[in-house]
């Protein structure tokens, strides 16, 4: 379930704001279909919240049981009842999910032209545009290269390699949905790989809610310590 997870305000008063700085949260049903490295098959389903500025991805699970996962700066959070269950250390983020990439507009390169990666190649295949991004040389021995696909100026794929130019994880975004202006992917396929095996994550998302103004307290989920 931690895996899968980690796997969607800012307003001034100036009359030249942007819409991507106008868009700054997401609500959204979700469920995520996943079969892991070992072959097992399992069913989340919930609901998903997220603030830009707060910068807390809050899910609450409905199924299979009824509970609450909370990512915020390096700790993702399991809460039952009102109480941690479970905290685990994770590299920061939140700002790398789809959820915050996307209010904050950067979705078609998936943020990766505010990222110190660097593009070394640009083509065209199949009605795709293809961009391969390569890491900062500080850090080629830490991360990969990564390369985008774009069709009809939407991400599409987005493949993540190891140093050693091995595939660890592919993504795909489909059946992108436009609320009010926002453009959003209601489907993301991620396929990871393990040596020789491989894992499913197929999350879906529906009744997306921009801009909510409801619920304060979720979006800001305050955890008890």
Do not use: C
Not at 30 to 56: C, E, H, P, R
Not at 132 to 150: A, C, E, F, M
Not at 185 to 194: A, D, F, K, M, R
């Amino acid at each position: 379930m931690l895996i899968r997870i980690t796997l969607i305000i800012l307003i001034t008063l100036f009359s030249n704001i942007s819409f991507s700085q106008a868009f700054f949260r997401i609500k959204a049903d979700f469920s995520i279909k996943a079969k892991g490295f070992n072959g097992k098959s399992q069913l989340t389903m919930g609901k998903v919240y997220y603030d830009k500025t707060i910068k807390k991805i809050v899910y609450k699970i409905k199924y299979p049981e009824k509970s609450d996962w909370v990512s915020v700066d390096t700790n993702m959070y399991h809460i039952v009842n009102n109480k941690v269950t479970s905290r685990k250390s994770l590299p920061a983020i939140v700002e790398f999910t789809i959820f915050h990439i996307a209010l904050s507009g950067n979705l078609s390169n998936y943020g990766l032209d505010k990222s110190p990666f660097t593009i070394s190649k640009v083509q065209q295949s199949k009605g795709m545009v293809i961009t391969t991004w390569d890491p900062p040389q500080l850090y080629s021995k830490i991360y990969g290269r990564i390369i985008v696909s774009n069709k009809n100026k939407k991400l599409y794929g987005i493949i993540f390699f190891s140093p050693d130019g091995m595939i660890l994880r592919k993504q795909f975004f489909k059946k992108y949905q436009n609320i009010n202006g926002f453009s959003f992917p209601s489907e993301v396929l991620q396929i990871s790989y393990n040596e020789s095996k491989e894992s499913y994550e197929l999350s879906s998302f529906k009744n997306i809610i921009i801009n909510d103004m409801n619920e304060d307290y979720i979006y800001d989920y305050y955890i008890k310590k």
